[in-house]
């Protein structure tokens, strides 16, 4: 399948999120691991995260259609959960002449923001890229605050990636025990079927933990239409019920770890440092370090308010008024 995108929208949306000009079409870069990189990191800090169209809209609902994609996520400081933003930079990177295909996304759930327990069924989705030199790579940009900030190598070795901070990711290519195959030998026609599974822990001397698994199959659109359809609407779907956003912060880090937002400085590349997050009417920042709450919105005009100020995310008139009602409202007051 070939982008939906035409060359002068994909140039335009190099120009949006400000991609350094050496990766742009008319330099022709070598499709590399440098150029992934740069990529995800510009796409992360442009556009960010967010389910707001399930809560400030008139119908509430997300639609997967590219080219609906396209116009909204690249005005008005919008972004998209995960299954929008991912399907957008799918047909952005096979403008780009990358070979790349989506998966589905098992997750688990969380208690007290850690994930425990069982995978469940699909409610996720990531982009799986081939480098020119056979590596191959898994691109998440919806994850939210704990996506991966670079692309993560789908490697039997298991490298481990750094990602903010102190957290380090990885993909281990193992089965899970909810599958009939789990304990299956190795024989024949009777081998154990492996999945990726994404890991994380919070330090070198902390314990590994899955967020989720995907296998190395390709989705297509009408797959994805009805795991948007249940995330989007089912009262058990927590994107129904908590306004959530994600702004990752971009910028030239130093020895420390810590960021400068800006242009970067001449031969230096920029990378994720940071995080701003809005849960509910809550707002938490990680700068690197450990997540600390700066802003509890009270009202529904605070939080507006602060959906500008601090994310860069304007609303209009009918968009504000669309939460009325509903679940995710802040009761203070319009």
């Not at 492996?194 to 994380?200: A, E, N, T, V």
Request: aromatic share 10%; net charge negative; charged share 25%.
């Amino acid at each position: 399948m070939s982008s939906a995108y035409t060359d002068e929208q994909i140039d335009r949306y190099l120009e949006f999120i400000s991609l350094p000009q050496k990766y742009h079409r008319k330099s022709n870069p070598p499709r590399d691991l440098r150029m992934l990189t740069a990529l995800h990191t510009y796409q992360l800090s442009a556009i960010p995260y967010e389910n707001l169209s399930l809560h400030y809209s008139t119908d509430h609902k997300v639609c997967l259609d590219p080219q609906h994609l396209y116009k909204k996520l690249t005005a008005n400081g919008r972004g998209g959960y995960c299954m929008e933003n991912s399907i957008f930079y799918n047909h952005i990177l096979r403008g780009l002449g990358f070979q790349v295909y989506t998966s589905g996304v098992r997750i688990r759930e969380r208690i007290v923001d850690v994930p425990h327990g069982d995978y469940i069924g699909w409610r996720h989705i990531v982009n799986i890229v081939t480098l020119p030199c056979g590596a191959k790579y898994m691109i998440d940009v919806g994850f939210g605050g704990d996506g991966a900030t670079k692309p993560v190598p789908l490697h039997p070795s298991t490298p481990i990636v750094p990602n903010i901070g102190t957290q380090d990711i990885r993909l281990v290519h193992d089965t899970i025990p909810q599958l009939a195959t789990h304990s299956l030998t190795n024989d024949h026609d009777r081998a154990p079927h492996k999945l990726w599974i994404y890991q994380y822990r919070n330090g070198p001397d902390m314990p590994w933990n899955a967020f989720y698994c995907f296998p190395e199959v390709e989705f297509l659109p009408e797959d994805f239409e009805l795991v948007n359809y249940f995330v989007s609407t089912h009262p058990d779907s927590f994107q129904t019920r908590m306004v959530l956003v994600v702004k990752f912060l971009r910028g030239v880090v130093d020895r420390d770890g810590d960021g400068d937002e800006g242009d970067g400085e001449e031969g230096k590349e920029e990378r994720i440092y940071g995080k701003r997050m809005m849960v509910g009417g809550t707002v938490k920042e990680n700068l690197g370090g450990k997540t600390r709450v700066v802003r509890v919105c009270g009202s529904e005009k605070e939080r507006v308010d602060v959906l500008e100020g601090f994310f860069g995310i304007r609303l209009g008139g009918e968009e504000r008024e669309g939460i009325r009602g509903r679940v995710g409202e802040l009761k203070g007051g319009v």
